[in-house]
């Protein structure tokens, strides 16, 4: 099992943190967004006698009003093609225990979300990787590139879109081939949606959902801890019309018994939010992807491609080694007392080797830290004894 490269550095923040230093932390997706208030006065009011377990699917009321959320983008189901699991991570695990065997292979591009490759190895299977690279802007592949790494194991794609690391945005065009190689082989396809109100593209938003002729092939992810500012509340889901799939990830839902009910009650609540919130997060975040990537492609020798979606970047800097660089970040240097933690992106690559040079930044910060941010790390790199 990997450590996170998210947070496996945290120690060494830590220890900057009671050395005195600030650390302003890129390394994670923790939104400072404001959770919407009509979700925090539902957790402040509640005036139950009992906090009880809810149903292993999660509560009704709540699975009903995600029918109605998920209607206003074209994706039409009902509350049971919808099981809420503790945040979008267990929604993934879960379809994994349902769906694969030890062995079985999932393919997915590189790089990806770190955490599938420790949800991978919990259930015995395997991760192959279609590559993508950051000189293109992680373009994707053909298709030929794909079936090359399709075996008589292979029993799922797994896509997230938008992207996170790399804030790649696939196309209609690019889900429809998924589609045909889905339908071709009578693979699963897993779709990781968490980020789809954050599109910088112009364009439309094409869930796996959207596509015609494999609606029993396809498991959705999703969450509110990127959509409310929500992360610590734990409430994700999976959708599906397979019902053999519900079937099977149900026994899991019951094996742990229950979703978090409080994280329910505030999930629910904070479907309510207002247009405005949500337009004013996007604006805010539109605002902050512009700013750092432009300051990061000023910086010599920095590569930032342009992010179409979500809210990090895959970055390229010129060091020698990208964890050691994040590591001496943390331990070694600070800039008038401050510091930059990143992930290094070797973590979201299969093989060894690749990423060596790139790091992934979530741009979550407000925009004067993420300015002080950018500052700090072109000092960082102009002092870096391993700069190339």
């Known amino acids: 099992m990997p450590f996170s490269p998210i947070r496996k550095l945290a120690p060494y923040a830590d220890e900057a943190k009671r050395n005195g230093i600030k650390v302003y932390h890129l390394n994670i997706g923790q939104p400072d967004i404001r959770t919407p ?175 015609e002729g494999i609606e029993n092939n396809v498991v959705l992810f999703d969450s509110v801890s990127k959509r409310y500012s929500e992360c610590g509340v734990r409430i994700g889901c999976l959708c599906t019309k397979n019902r053999k799939v519900h079937e099977a990830v149900m026994k899991f839902c019951q094996a742990r018994l229950s979703p978090p009910l409080l994280g329910q009650i505030v999930a629910e609540a904070s479907m309510d939010v207002s247009g405005d919130y949500m337009k004013a997060v996007y604006d805010e975040y539109l605002d902050r992807r512009n700013y750092m990537i432009s300051a990061l492609n000023k910086i010599p020798g920095v590569l930032a491609p342009m992010p179409m979606g979500a809210f990090y970047a895959m970055v390229k800097l010129p060091v020698d080694d990208a964890e050691k660089f994040c590591l001496w970040c943390l331990r070694d240097f600070n800039w008038e007392g401050e510091t930059v933690m990143m992930a290094p992106g070797s973590g979201f690559y299969t093989d060894e080797g690749e990423g060596r040079q790139e790091v992934r930044m979530a741009y979550v910060l407000r925009r004067e830290d993420l300015e002080r941010s950018m500052l700090i790390l072109s000092k960082a790199l102009e002092a870096y004894p391993g700069r190339v």
Do not use: W
């Open 37 to 211: 208030r009509c979700g925090l006065d539902a957790l402040k009011h509640v005036d139950r006698e009992i906090l009880e377990y809810s149903p292993s699917d999660g509560c009704l009321s709540l699975r009903t009003k995600m029918v109605g959320y998920y209607a206003g983008y074209g994706i039409y189901l009902s509350p049971d093609d919808i099981i809420i699991t503790a945040g979008g991570s267990e929604a993934v695990l879960f379809a994994f225990l349902a769906c694969l065997s030890p062995g079985d292979e999932v393919i997915v591009t590189d790089p990806f979300y770190a955490n599938y490759m420790a949800f991978a190895i919990s259930v015995g299977a395997v991760i192959r990787s279609v590559k993508t690279h950051i000189e293109d802007g992680f373009r994707l592949p053909s298709v030929e590139e794909f079936e090359k790494q399709i075996t008589p194991r292979t029993k799922a794609i797994l896509i997230c879109n938008p992207n996170n690391p790399t804030g790649y945005l696939y196309t209609r065009e690019e889900m429809e081939q998924f589609r045909d190689m889905v339908r071709r082989h009578d693979l699963f396809l897993f779709s990781d949606e968490v980020y789809r109100e954050f599109i910088y593209s112009g364009g439309p938003y094409v869930s796996a959902m959207h596509l």
